[in-house]
């Protein structure tokens, strides 16, 4: 490479601040080296920010606290068991060890505190599965621990897309990334700039050197990294070109990614060589679709069936979302499944459904009406008209539906015979029948938590070219990286918790710790 100029130098440069990049940064901090942070828009805290926080580590010193007994063969017995060998196994057990790991490192640090949240794995029926769950969160904390630094947070979606009034305490997701910036403001060691999209990466010779910046202002930065380059800034969700070339079902406005995940700095990473897996892959889930034409990630139902075009019911409602989804897409891709599908419930709690979480708050009934969104009969016939299914097969399929209810089994979808399943009926029945007139209709589509598709790694999040030999200086994690799962999401906490194992392994192959 020819000499160039450098605007800005660092040992570690960290592309992104979500959860995983905080971590990294953070990391890379602690253990001595200089750290800058670029986060693409106005506001740290990438898509960890709207998410409830949870880590799905298991074995971890916050649930043997609290008397868990499972212990690392279970957890892999239950991880390997759905993973299968999608991804190298190498990957699966770094992100199993490091789990507990990290959250010991983490603790010995005042800033951070973690709670125990019960939430059961999304295979109940897979084996050593637990239905308590694998499942920690950052404990809240009060606004006035961060100071000036909340004006710098991303607000969480009721505020940032519905204007709701900024929550009293600090939460889930809105307290993991609060607590890593309290923990990295105390590092001088650390720099974090806003409004910085990762355009190109710098080589010389086999080794990535730097990254070019560019600012709100369209001027370039270019940042040398002396021990390595972190991409952790997401998936390309929110870039509709990059899903329609990588076959992405669904669509860029129904991704809850922030508006910054374009994918910019997964693209760098290919136009130097880089290698890729699972892009056509995200977290999926149901979305309750808006009158802004928006569907957005939903779950917690306390009642209500799904139906496709003909009228019958197609799928475990009670399901965890990712698995949901998937069903749904795959429905749609055979013909059965339209855009909007429509969940079919009765009066017993009025006519808003029975959707307890939306990600973005339910607005007013008379706008989904007008939308065409929300339908009312005062009998199915009537109802399956106004939504376009054929009004026998309706009927016949909520006569079926009752009968299981009564009878507390449901035979043809199994709901409720998982822990999750009945998660949120309080441990009870999620059969609820559609008995009280009048009928309504909500329509539904495809959302998604973010793309899981990215840079190929080995175990150390080292990023692998075409052939398979590790770039040197360059690391991915997130959903930048090509997930660890695979295609599958074993649990709440999956996606932040790997972002962040990866960041840390990074940060730590940086400083040169095993």
Not at 182 to 202: F, P, T, Y
Request: glycine residues 12%; hydrophobic residues 40%.
């Amino acid at each position: 490479m020819t000499e160039r100029s450098w605007d800005e130098e660092c040992d570690v440069l960290v592309v992104g601040s979500g959860g995983g990049a905080l971590t990294g940064a953070y990391t890379a901090a602690r253990e001595g080296m200089s750290v800058i942070v670029v986060e693409a828009t106005d506001r740290f805290g990438g898509t960890t920010a709207y998410s409830g926080g949870g880590l799905w580590f298991p074995c971890n010193a916050v649930l043997r606290r609290a008397g868990d007994d499972d212990t690392p063969a279970d957890a892999r017995t239950y991880y390997y068991s759905i993973v299968g060998d999608r991804t190298p196994r190498q990957l699966q057990d770094a992100f199993l060890a490091t789990g507990p790991r990290l959250v010991d490192y983490l603790e010995a640090d005042e800033d951070f505190e973690f709670v125990v949240f019960p939430w059961p794995d999304y295979y109940g029926s897979a084996p050593k599965a637990r239905g308590s769950g694998r499942h920690i969160m950052p404990k809240p904390l009060a606004p006035d621990r961060i100071g000036a630094l909340r004006d710098v947070l991303r607000a969480p979606l009721p505020v940032e897309r519905a204007g709701e009034p900024l929550p009293d305490q600090i939460i889930g997701g809105q307290a993991l990334i609060a607590r890593l910036l309290l923990a990295l403001s105390k590092l001088d060691s650390a720099k974090l700039l806003r409004e910085m999209v990762c355009e190109q990466l710098i080589r010389d010779g086999d080794t990535v050197v730097g990254a070019v910046m560019t600012g709100r202002d369209g001027r370039s930065t270019a940042i040398r990294a002396r021990r390595g380059v972190l991409i952790a800034s997401g998936g390309f969700e929110r870039n509709q070109q990059m899903r329609t070339r990588y076959g992405v079902p669904g669509a860029a406005r129904d991704a809850m990614g922030p508006a910054g995940n374009l994918g910019k700095a997964i693209q760098a990473g290919i136009d130097i060589g880089a290698d890729t897996d699972l892009m056509s892959e995200a977290w999926w889930s149901p979305g309750l679709t808006h009158p802004d034409g928006t569907s957005t990630f939903s779950l917690w139902f306390t009642g209500g069936i799904f139906v496709d075009k003909g009228g019958e019911r197609f799928v475990n409602e009670s399901l965890p979302y990712d698995r949901l989804g998937r069903i749904v897409i795959d429905r749609m891709a055979e013909g059965r499944v339209g855009l909007p599908y429509w969940m079919i419930y009765d009066d017993r709690a009025g006519e808003r459904p029975p959707v307890q979480s939306t990600s973005v708050p339910i607005g007013r009934t008379e706008d989904y009406r007008r939308a065409g969104l929300w339908h009312s009969a005062d009998t199915l016939e009537a109802l399956a008209e106004e939504i376009g299914v054929p009004a026998d097969r309706l009927t016949a399929t909520v006569k079926r539906f009752n009968a299981f209810a009564e009878s507390g089994t449901d035979s043809d979808f199994h709901r409720g015979d998982e822990p999750y399943d009945r998660f949120f009926a309080n441990g009870g029945s999620p059969l609820v029948p559609i008995e009280k007139a009048p009928f309504h209709a909500a329509a539904f589509g495809i959302s998604d938590l973010g793309t899981k598709g990215g840079l190929r790694t080995d175990a150390c999040a080292r990023v692998l070219d075409t052939t398979g030999n590790v770039i040197k200086g360059l690391y991915a994690a997130g959903n930048s990286m090509a997930a660890v799962s695979g295609t599958v999401y074993p649990g709440g906490g999956n996606p932040i918790g790997s972002c962040m194992v990866f960041s840390h392994l990074a940060a730590l192959d940086m400083a040169g710790k095993p």
